[in-house]
């Protein structure tokens, strides 16, 4: 296949600075929290791109962007599907899925300068709430578009902040028509940043990647007894705040050990009364548990159960948990794996197999088409952080090689 055709690396590279600088609060951190005004404004230049480089662009009810280029192509045919997300986490860095949706963007106006012929329609996707940081599960809108969640329950999911997401997305202006999953997917692509240390160890700048690992999301609530800091003799406690310790060590070592699962994160925790002299009457937190493996996965999350019930026992407190997520590890599409590794070859690019420790919006796509993703490397393998950073080199190859992949997946 000709290899006469590149993205524009200058409009790409703006562009992610562009977003980038777009939904800060005061203090400058970028919160582009779903369904927030700043996601309203990372939506809104996304959207006016999308418009002003002729595409279609679709709203759905669960605020999902997916913008369309016919291309003369037979309108009836599958697309071939890009895309990631622009919401973000709280102080994020400016490539966490921002990159993905605006290198899709960039290889359809690409492809339309060069005057490229598709047989099939070619898209890019902007999910809602990706992060899940406000509204659970993470991945809602694609796992919506996908059919693995109820529009309405999802519209109906309330916030960490009390809000209800489809008032959010009424509210900025993107509770959409379009039915969730209006268009189905020959093949969904995903460029995103790794968010890890693995290419940046290899020194290779493309990573093609086979597999992600599950995810499980709960909430836990500890009721113990607020009681007075002096006056209360150790052994006559009940304190919330000590089981959630607890409980935190032992997720550590679940982790740690052989035989545990691959991840266990606790990144947020409360506790009331929130006193410095009141022993906490009541603790609750979330817990991340990650694994490529069903079955350890599985294992880590009884064994987490069964240790509640001891520190209830012992501890003398009541402890709930809900669930917020809970997604099984995902396989990608040989076949997709298999263009993606051409593509980056064809530009004489070493690339990495690999198995994604974060949740993507693909995880989701993969229910209804075949997809796969393409990583590029992450600076000291941070992310969800300001200091997050991809070189720009590497950021123009990932896309080069998302341009070759679609050209060859739209080209039949
Ligand atoms: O949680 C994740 O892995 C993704 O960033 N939502
Ligand atoms: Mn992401
Ligand atoms: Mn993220
Ligand atoms: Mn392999």
């Excluded at 230049?45 to 291309?71: C, E, K, M, P, T």
């Excluded at 959010?168 to 969730?180: D, V």
């Excluded at 690992?213 to 500890?222: A, E, V, Y």
Aim: aromatic share 6%; proline share 4%; charged share 20%.
């Amino acid at each position: 296949m000709s290899r006469n055709m590149d993205i524009n690396g200058e409009r790409l590279l703006s562009r992610i600075r562009q977003l980038g600088a777009v939904g800060r609060d005061a203090e400058g951190r970028l919160v582009r929290v779903a369904a927030t005004d700043e996601d309203r404004q990372g939506r809104d230049l996304f959207v006016a791109w999308a418009r002003s480089a002729g595409l279609d662009v679709h709203i759905d009810r669960i605020g999902n962007i997916v913008a369309v280029w016919q291309g003369g192509a037979n309108g009836d045919a599958d697309p071939i599907m890009m895309g990631s997300h622009i919401d973000s986490v709280i102080d994020a860095g400016i490539y966490d899925g921002s990159s993905g949706v605006i290198a899709g963007l960039e290889v359809i106006t690409a492809l339309m300068e060069a005057r490229f012929m598709p047989q099939r329609p070619i898209a890019v996707a902007a999910f809602t709430n990706e992060e899940g940081v406000r509204y659970a599960p993470d991945m809602m809108g694609s796992l919506v578009y996908a059919g693995g969640l109820d529009v309405e329950e999802a519209l109906a999911s309330q916030g960490t902040d009390g809000t209800r997401l489809g008032d959010q997305l009424h509210r900025i202006g993107y509770a959409g028509p379009a039915e969730p999953g209006f268009l189905r997917p020959h093949a969904y692509l995903e460029l995103h940043i790794e968010q890890g240390p693995i290419l940046e160890q290899v020194g290779t700048a493309i990573g093609v990647v086979e597999n992600l690992q599950g995810i499980s999301w709960q909430r836990i609530i500890i009721e113990g007894v607020a009681n007075h800091a002096g006056t209360t003799p150790m052994q006559a406690r009940r304190d919330a705040g000590v089981a959630a310790a607890r409980i935190l060590v032992f997720l550590r070592d679940l982790a740690t050990r052989t035989g545990g699962c691959s991840v266990a994160t606790v990144g947020t925790m409360r506790f009331e009364p929130d006193a410095i002299n009141v022993i906490p009457g009541k603790a609750s937190f979330t817990v991340d548990l990650r694994d490529p493996d069903t079955e350890r996965l599985r294992a880590a999350e009884a064994e987490l159960a069964g240790f509640l019930r001891d520190v209830a026992a012992e501890d003398g407190v009541a402890i709930t948990t809900e669930r917020l997520a809970r997604f099984d590890p995902v396989v990608f599409s040989p076949e997709i794996v298999r263009v993606l590794e051409g593509a980056a070859s064809g530009r004489q690019y070493q690339w990495h197999h690999m198995t994604s420790g974060a949740g993507h919006d693909a995880q989701m796509m993969a229910r209804i088409g075949p997809a796969a993703m393409i990583f590029v490397p992450s600076r000291d393998g941070i992310s969800h952080n300001p200091r997050e950073f991809t070189a720009d080199p590497d950021l123009v190859a990932g896309a080069n090689v998302l341009l070759d992949a679609v050209k060859t997946l739209a080209g039949k």
